[in-house]
């Protein structure tokens, strides 16, 4: 079983800068990728950033230039800077990681409880 807890989220004005994030634990899997989605009420959860166990990243098209996702794998942690923030950026970012049990070689997602990212004046 692998737990997800996030941290970093707060308010942040137009412009700030916010770094999220996402430590699993739980022994006993690998992961294969980590992600960061974000979802605000009414609308469907949305995929900002992702990352996988070779680097490779992938952004949403709103955010490229502004976040970057970054992992470190002996730690199991995901991050997301988050530079140049907008109003529009304010949502709730949850992590996810996609992880491979090594026992049963059953590989599922995982989500984090998320965190408030809040873009204000």
């Known amino acids: 079983q692998v737990q997800l807890v996030e941290s970093g989220g707060g308010v942040v004005q137009p412009g700030g800068s916010l770094r999220l994030s996402c430590a699993a634990s739980g022994g006993g899997f690998r992961i ?8 605000v009420p009414g609308k469907q959860r949305e995929l900002v950033a992702s990352i996988d166990s070779h680097g490779s990243t992938n952004y949403v098209d709103s955010v490229k230039g502004r976040f970057t996702i970054s992992m470190d794998n002996a730690k199991n942690t995901v991050y997301l800077q988050m ?5 529009e950026d304010t949502a709730v970012y949850y992590c996810n990681a996609d992880a491979t049990d090594l026992y049963s070689a059953l590989a599922r997602d995982y989500w984090g409880q998320g965190t408030q990212v809040t873009v204000s004046s």
Request: aromatic share 16%.
């Open 83 to 87: 530079s140049g923030l907008k109003p």
């Open 32 to 39: 294969n990728a980590m992600d960061w989605y974000r979802q």
